[in-house]
């Protein structure tokens, strides 16, 4: 049986099947992931910081300027539009099989796409938050308050996108959440991750199910665990199976 077949069949079996995925889902949306070859980490900064360096805590606090710069220019696609992976996942959790989609992205295409259940490990782009005096902001309103640095429009403070930076802690409930989630599996599917961002990437100790699938375009050390192993473009993987 071919491999295509046999994810089939897995998911054909399965009766609460929870994705786990990261920025390589995004990538057939034209959103780069940080680790690919033409990922943003590859992209030549021309600066002296890294791009994890410049996602962090300390550089929104000691140089927001550089922090707004890099974040707005290689963080935020808001014309991106959902691929066939968050479209196939939005189908499945509509057809009952799918319980949860477990995300490190802070893009939303799995929510444009119409999944509802959608834990988001590292906040989201569109929620941004005034400092000050808490004004919420969405993407639209947050990429149209003027300067590289977004002052809040009543008060003046910076407004922050709920985004998870380097060196700040998880939504420990959202972290629970998707501990349950991955624990209650039948089927995980690990998809467009190289999981090896902390804690997101220890998310996988609770995997109690009985089946695991990593679809990913290289090889990752959650490889050896796997059932099925699929090497390729998660959307062009997804397209191959028929509609749930
Ligand atoms: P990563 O960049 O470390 O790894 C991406 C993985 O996906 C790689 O192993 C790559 O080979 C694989 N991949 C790329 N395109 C793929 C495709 N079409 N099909 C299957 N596999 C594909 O990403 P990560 O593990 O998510 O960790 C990076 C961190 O950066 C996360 O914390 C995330 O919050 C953040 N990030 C988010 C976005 C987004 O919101 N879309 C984009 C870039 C980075
Ligand atoms: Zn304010």
Known sequence: MDKIAQLQQLIDQSRHIVFFGGAGVSTE????????SDGIYSVELGRHFTAEQLVSHTMFERYP???FDFYKQYLLYPDARPNAAHTYLAALEKAGKLKAVVTQNIDSLHEMAGSQKVLKLHGSADRNFCLGCQRFYDLQAFL?????VP????????VKPDVTLYEEPLDMEVFRQAAQAIHKADLLIIGGTSLVVYPAASLIQYIAGRHLVVINKTSIP?????DLVIEGRI??????????
């Open 144 to 148: 149209a308050l003027p300067g590289t």
């Open 29 to 36: 949306s034209n959103i780069p992931d940080f680790r690919s």
């Open 151 to 158: 002052h809040c429009l009543d008060c003046g403070s910076i």
């Open 235 to 244: 959307g062009e993987v997804f397209s191959q199976l028929s509609a749930p």
């Open 222 to 226: 959650q490889d050896s665990q796997a």
């Open 65 to 67: 300027q550089e922090f």
